[in-house]
C-alpha cells in the first residue's frame, strides 16, 4: 500500500480547483473521530468531499455512493463535538478560496462567513495528512488562533506545536513532510480522473480492512459460544451414557412384583431369576420396606428416570441444532467477501440468536429484508449449469430466502452431510436434470463447504417438496427426507 503524498495531493487540488473555488457547504458529517464527510455543491452539482485522517490510509477524495458502501460508513445518530463545532462555523458558507500547500501534504480550504457581531469573518479550515500526525484544524486566519481540532495535541506530545482551541496555528516541521520515491497517482491508470483512481484505491484498502476485522469480532462473538454448546453436549451425552439406568430400575420393579411370594419384606436384598437371561440376579433392597413397597420405588426410580432421559434427549437436539447453526454461521464469517454480507451476518446475530447487541450509534440495518425480490436474487450466487440456474447462499439469510422464497416443490436442493456449508439450489424448469448436472451441483455444494480439501465427504440432495422448516428453527435449518448421498 502507498500512501498519498504532496505531489498526488496536489495534482488532486489542480483537477478539482474549479469545484472547490464557489462551493457551498451544505452539510457536515463526522462517521468516526477520523474520517469526515462534506457535501459541497457548486456549478448545479452536489458532491461528497471525504477526509480521513487514519493513519493507515489517510487521504482525501471525491467519494461516489458505490465506494462509500465499501467503506462501510455508517453515519452515528449523536455527531462528534467537532462535529457539531464545524457545524456552527462553516454549515452553509461558501469556499472563497483553496490551496495546497507547497512541498507539504497539507490542503486549506477558505470559508468568509459573518461573526456574532455581523462582521466578516475569514475562517480556514485546514487538512494535515502526515500518517500519524494527521489532523483536521479550524483556526480564524486573521489572528491564527485555534477554534478545534479533530485531535488536540498538548505540550505532553509535541514541544514544538500544540494543536488545541485558543492556541496560534503554525505550520509542521518540513521533516514531517519529506517525500522520497514515486508519486501515488504515477501508479493509478492515466485512462481515469485522478480523484477516481484515489477514492477506488483508498475503498478497496478500507474495505479489506474493515472485512478482517469485521471478521475477527464476529468469529470472537460465536466461537466462545460454539465452544460452550460442544461441552454441553459432551457432558450431555457422557451423563446419559453412565447413568442411563432407566430399563434396569423398571426390570427390578417387575422381577420384585413377580416374586412377591417370597415374603422377603425388610430384607438387604433379595436373589431373584432374571426371566430374559435365565439367570439369578441380586437385587438390593431398602430393609425398613417390605418387597411390595421396593417394587414400587423402582417403578417410581424408573419413571424419574425416564422423564429425566427424555429431558436430557429433548435439550441435547436443541443443542445439536444450535451447535450446526454456529458452525454455519462461522462459515459465513469465513466465507463473507464484503461488507454486506458481514452486515447481514452481524443483522442475524442481532435478530435471531441474542449473541450480540447492536448499540444504538452503530446499528446494522438489514438490508438484505429490505430488498426487492429481484434484488435479493442478484444478492446471491448465480450460475448457469448446463443451461439450469443455480444458486448458492453465502449465509444463513440467503439460505433461509432459497428455502422459503426462491426454490419450488420440483427444485432440487443441495446440501454437505455432516458439516457446515451453503444451501444450493437447482431451479427445475421444464426437464429433469441429468446425472452430469447433479453432479456438478454436488461439486458446488462440496466447494461451498467447510469440508477440507483431500477428503471426500457425502453431498445430499432432495426435492425442495421433501424438505421442511422446524418451527421456531434458526435460519438456514432445515430436515429432510427421501434424500439421496453422493460421494465427491
Request: with cysteine.
Amino acid at each position: 500500500m502507498q500512501n498519498i503524498d504532496y505531489i498526488t495531493l496536489q495534482a488532486f487540488f489542480e483537477e478539482n480547483i474549479d469545484f472547490f473555488i464557489g462551493a457551498r457547504l451544505q452539510k457536515i458529517q463526522q462517521p468516526t473521530r477520523k474520517d469526515f464527510i462534506f457535501q459541497l455543491r457548486n456549478n448545479g452539482e452536489s458532491r461528497k468531499f471525504y477526509i480521513n485522517i487514519n493513519p493507515q490510509f489517510y487521504h482525501v477524495a471525491f467519494i461516489s455512493k458505490e465506494n462509500e458502501e465499501r467503506r462501510g460508513i455508517s453515519i452515528p445518530k449523536q455527531p462528534p463535538m467537532f462535529c457539531m463545532l464545524l457545524r456552527k462555523y462553516l454549515e452553509g458558507c461558501k469556499i472563497s478560496d483553496a490551496c495546497v500547500i507547497e512541498d507539504e501534504r497539507i490542503l486549506e480550504l477558505h470559508f468568509e462567513t459573518m461573526d456574532e457581531f455581523s462582521q466578516k469573518r475569514s475562517l480556514c479550515l485546514c487538512v494535515e495528512l502526515m500518517g500519524k500526525h494527521s489532523n483536521v484544524i479550524l483556526y480564524d486566519r486573521e489572528t491564527k488562533v485555534i477554534i478545534g481540532c479533530a485531535h488536540n495535541v498538548g505540550p505532553e506530545k509535541s514541544r514544538y506545536r500544540e494543536l488545541q482551541g485558543g492556541q496560534i496555528y503554525i505550520y509542521p516541521p518540513l521533516a514531517l513532510n519529506k517525500f522520497e520515491g514515486i508519486p501515488l497517482y504515477k501508479t493509478f491508470d492515466n485512462n481515469l480522473p485522478l480523484n477516481e483512481n484515489l477514492d477506488s484505491y483508498f475503498a478497496t484498502i478500507q474495505e479489506g480492512i474493515n472485512i478482517k476485522g469485521g471478521k475477527c469480532s464476529l468469529t470472537e462473538i460465536v466461537t466462545p459460544k460454539l465452544k460452550r454448546v460442544k461441552n454441553s453436549i459432551d457432558k450431555i451425552t457422557q451423563l446419559l451414557k453412565k447413568r442411563d439406568k432407566t430399563e434396569e430400575y423398571k426390570l427390578y420393579g417387575e422381577l420384585l412384583t413377580a416374586n412377591l411370594y417370597q415374603k422377603k419384606d425388610y430384607s438387604k436384598s433379595i436373589e431373584v431369576k432374571n426371566y430374559f437371561t435365565g439367570l439369578n440376579i441380586v437385587i438390593e433392597l431398602d430393609e425398613t420396606k417390605t418387597l411390595n413397597e421396593n417394587a414400587q420405588r423402582y417403578f417410581k426410580l424408573y419413571t424419574k428416570s425416564k422423564t429425566t432421559k427424555e429431558k436430557s434427549e429433548q435439550m441435547l437436539a436443541e443443542l445439536e441444532i444450535e451447535r450446526d447453526y454456529l458452525e454455519n454461521v462461522l462459515y459465513s464469517i469465513e466465507k463473507a467477501e464484503n461488507l454486506k454480507e458481514l452486515e447481514e451476518i452481524k443483522s442475524e446475530l442481532g435478530i435471531v440468536q441474542p449473541y450480540l447487541q447492536p448499540t444504538s450509534h452503530k446499528t446494522i440495518l438489514n438490508r438484505f429484508v429490505r430488498q426487492s425480490p429481484l434484488e435479493r436474487e442478484h444478492s446471491l450466487l448465480k450460475l448457469d449449469i448446463n443451461g439450469f440456474e443455480v444458486f448458492v447462499g453465502k449465509n444463513n439469510k440467503q439460505n433461509d430466502y432459497i428455502i422459503s422464497k426462491l426454490s419450488k416443490d420440483e427444485d432440487y436442493w443441495f446440501h454437505t452431510r455432516l458439516c457446515a456449508g451453503s444451501h444450493v439450489l437447482l431451479k427445475v424448469r421444464e426437464t429433469e436434470p441429468d446425472e452430469a448436472t447433479i453432479f456438478e451441483c454436488c461439486k458446488l455444494a462440496r466447494e461451498y463447504s467447510s469440508a477440507t480439501q483431500p477428503s471426500k465427504i457425502g453431498v445430499i440432495y432432495t426435492k425442495r417438496k421433501f424438505i421442511k422448516k422446524p418451527p421456531k428453527a434458526p435460519l438456514g435449518y432445515v430436515i429432510y427426507k427421501n434424500e439421496k448421498e453422493v460421494l465427491v
